[in-house]
């Protein structure tokens, strides 16, 4: 595991934005959750240009709601202005299985074959995007997104499915504090999480701070 440790959260993200920016990435995908939410305040300062931004997955509610992943990336990351190749999830069809084919659609229209950079989150029970451990859409092997029921959480997501995250160039898992430092530890020692499934046997930099550090 390709493990860089920071000091704390607010290290990690200066220095994510700083790889992103160096990357010269052109296909990027972004990760909703709360940890990379620093980072986009940051990289909205200097927001790369001529990039291809794609949502990596979605709560399936309205933009509106707190929960929603493209918002929270429009009020932080995107905060000077929408760019005009941002791809996510419309979710105001009311019908996930539609959504993730209309992405389909909009993937393709814009061309993209492959991402260059894309960012994940880790949960504490080693899911990534909306691909969560027991769940069928990790079986998905012929999409570029797909709906899911995640019964954990009661609820429908979209998502990224495993194909398109190990196509991508580079893999950055962001997780910070101790309560992800089990699952980090279980995926070092060859747990076969769905984070793991993403970023095993490729080049994948797992960004960490101290608190997430699994013990030796
Ligand atoms: C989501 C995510 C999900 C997230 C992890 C980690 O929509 O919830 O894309 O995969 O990245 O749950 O979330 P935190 O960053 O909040 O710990």
């Given at each position: 595991?390709?493990?860089?440790?920071?000091?704390?959260?607010?290290?990690?993200?200066?220095?994510?934005?700083?790889?992103?920016?160096?990357?010269?990435?052109?296909?990027?995908g972004?990760?909703?959750?709360?940890t990379?939410?620093?980072?986009?305040?940051?990289?909205?300062?200097?927001?790369?240009?001529?990039?291809?931004?794609?949502?990596?997955?979605?709560?399936?509610?309205?933009?509106?709601?707190?929960?929603?992943?493209?918002?929270m990336i429009?009020?932080?990351?995107?905060a000077?202005?929408?760019p005009?190749?941002?791809?996510?999830?419309?979710?105001?069809?009311?019908?996930p299985?539609?959504?993730?084919?209309l992405?389909?659609?909009?993937?393709?229209?814009?061309?993209?074959?492959?991402?260059?950079?894309?960012?994940?989150?880790?949960?504490?029970?080693?899911?990534?995007?909306?691909?969560f451990p027991g769940?069928?859409?990790?079986?998905?092997e012929?999409?570029?997104?797909?709906?899911?029921?995640?019964?954990?959480l009661e609820?429908?997501?979209?998502?990224?499915?495993?194909?398109?995250?190990?196509?991508a160039?580079?893999r950055?898992?962001?997780?910070?504090?101790?309560?992800?430092?089990?699952?980090?530890?279980?995926?070092?020692?060859g747990?076969?999480?769905?984070?793991?499934?993403?970023?095993g046997?490729?080049?994948?930099?797992?960004?960490?701070?101290?608190?997430?550090?699994?013990?030796?």
């Amino acid at each position: 595991m390709n493990l860089r440790v920071f000091d704390d959260a607010e290290d990690l993200a200066h220095a994510a934005a700083r790889t992103i920016l160096q990357s010269g990435a052109k296909t990027i995908g972004v990760t909703g959750g709360s940890t990379p939410k620093r980072l986009y305040e940051i990289l909205s300062q200097s927001l790369p240009q001529n990039v291809t931004w794609v949502l990596v997955d979605e709560r399936y509610v309205p933009m509106s709601d707190p929960q929603s992943n493209a918002a929270m990336i429009e009020r932080t990351l995107f905060a000077r202005g929408v760019p005009k190749r941002w791809l996510c999830f419309n979710t105001a069809l009311s019908d996930p299985a539609a959504t993730a084919r209309l992405f389909e659609e909009d993937w393709r229209s814009l061309g993209i074959e492959a991402l260059d950079l894309v960012l994940l989150g880790c949960g504490d029970d080693g899911h990534t995007a909306s691909l969560f451990p027991g769940t069928p859409v990790l079986g998905v092997e012929d999409r570029i997104s797909s709906e899911v029921f995640v019964p954990r959480l009661e609820q429908w997501r979209v998502t990224l499915t495993l194909p398109v995250l190990r196509a991508a160039k580079l893999r950055m898992v962001l997780a910070t504090g101790a309560a992800k430092a089990n699952v980090i530890h279980e995926v070092r020692e060859g747990a076969q999480h769905p984070v793991a499934l993403a970023t095993g046997g490729l080049e994948s930099w797992w960004l960490v701070d101290r608190a997430a550090v699994p013990p030796e």
